[in-house]
């Protein structure tokens, strides 16, 4: 459906966030739609800046989503954290097969970085 940017109004834009799905049908989460709507506030404030919209920005009246994760992740239960952190290098290392894989973890588990961040990491 296509509607003229000057016929957008908050209420339209704030159906218009939560109605978005991903593919799944699952709404998308509160800070992807607060990602969402702060994109859709450039694009507004863009038009208004070549003329096209004189109108006030209608982004700005809706309310950004609550900022507190909506399924918090829970810690590993302290069994689970004692059989993937041995006392010993030699135990580290048998359990994850070499000792770069057991810093991996261990760097995980004491940061709380998720493997994608480390994996990121570059010396500088």
Not at 14 to 34: C, D, H, M, V
Not at 88 to 114: E, I, P, Q
Request: proline residues 8%; contains cysteine; aromatic residues 10%.
């Amino acid at each position: 459906m296509t509607r003229r940017i000057r016929s957008i109004s908050p209420p339209l834009v704030k159906l218009s966030l939560a109605g978005f799905a991903k593919q799944n049908a699952e709404p998308y989460a509160r800070a992807t739609r607060n990602k969402m709507r702060y994109a859709l506030a450039l694009m507004f404030d863009y038009w208004r800046s070549i003329g096209a919209l004189r109108a006030d920005n209608p982004v700005d009246a809706v309310e950004r989503y609550n900022k507190a994760p909506q399924a918090p992740r829970t810690a590993l239960p302290r069994e689970v954290i004692e059989k993937l952190c041995p006392p010993t290098h030699g135990a580290a290392v048998k359990l994850y097969g070499s000792s770069m894989y057991a810093c991996f973890f261990f760097a995980m588990n004491d940061t709380g970085a998720r493997p994608g961040e480390l994996r990121a990491l570059r010396w500088g």
